[in-house]
């Protein structure tokens, strides 16, 4: 049982780049969420995920896309990369509302 | 106000010392309450729920003061191993799926 894994755990890209990262969960959880963590300013939810198929806004979604064609996955993504898209990204998943269990973190770098 | 504000600290105790850490919430109509763990460079972790009446798990206690409008987390002796970040975290009003709210955290770095 691994939990919630996160690919690639580093990445660097240059602006204007784009790029996908992938999250997939074996815990059969339904509530999946993509956050976004800077010095100072504490997690801030990306996009979330109530159920296969669906997807909704969180609290700073610009310049993100996600998409959840299949349970365990959640993909997000950045089409034209920003330095200030820098960042640790988190992904989470629940079977429930506030038990989130996390991924290791995306480490990104946008030069 | 903030949504959820914490004293970012750092904390800095001696091995067995008791800390407490403050968080405080701007929406009244909040009715979930947790304290998550983050280790450095790590992911966060649930460490307890708050409850109205308070609940204990070993050396550590979570309080909820609705009027106030603020949660405790209560470390008793201290070890080495709680050195981390503590993320206070409230749900949203209505509680529908990603209405968590996180605090930046506090940092207790605990020494020998």
């Known amino acids: 049982n691994a939990g919630v894994t996160q690919t690639p755990k580093f990445r660097v890209l240059k602006t204007g780049q784009s790029m996908t990262l992938l999250c997939a969960q074996d815990?059969?959880?339904?509530?999946m969420y993509w956050y976004r963590q800077d010095p100072g300013m504490g997690l801030r939810l990306i996009h979330y995920?109530?159920?296969?198929?669906?997807?909704a806004k969180g609290e700073v979604p610009d310049g993100y896309n996600v998409s959840r064609l299949k349970k365990q996955n959640f993909l997000l993504g950045l089409e034209s990369a920003a330095p200030s898209q820098t960042s640790v990204y988190f992904c989470?998943?629940?079977?429930?509302?506030?038990?989130?269990?996390f991924g290791p973190g995306t480490r990104l770098t946008v030069t | 106000r903030k949504e959820v504000e914490q004293d970012p600290g750092p904390f800095n105790v001696p091995e067995g010392a008791t800390v407490a850490f403050n968080c405080t919430y701007s929406?009244?109509?909040?009715?979930?309450f947790f304290w998550y763990r983050q280790d450095c460079r790590k992911e966060p972790k649930l460490l307890m729920s708050?409850?109205?009446s308070g609940n204990e798990d070993g050396r550590f206690t979570a309080q909820l003061n609705r009027a106030s409008q603020y949660i405790s987390l209560l470390i008793r002796d201290s070890k080495l191993s709680d050195s981390a970040t503590y993320l206070c975290?409230?749900?949203?009003?209505?509680?529908?799926?990603?209405?968590?709210?996180f605090g930046k955290g506090t940092k207790l770095s605990v020494k020998p």
């Open positions: 708050v409850y109205s």
């Open positions: 815990m059969n959880h339904e509530y």
């Open positions: 975290v409230v749900m949203r009003e209505g509680g529908s799926q990603g209405n968590l709210i």
């Open positions: 995920s109530v159920g296969e198929g669906t997807t």
């Open positions: 929406n009244s109509a909040s009715q979930s």
């Open positions: 989470a998943s629940s079977p429930q509302v506030y038990e989130q269990y």
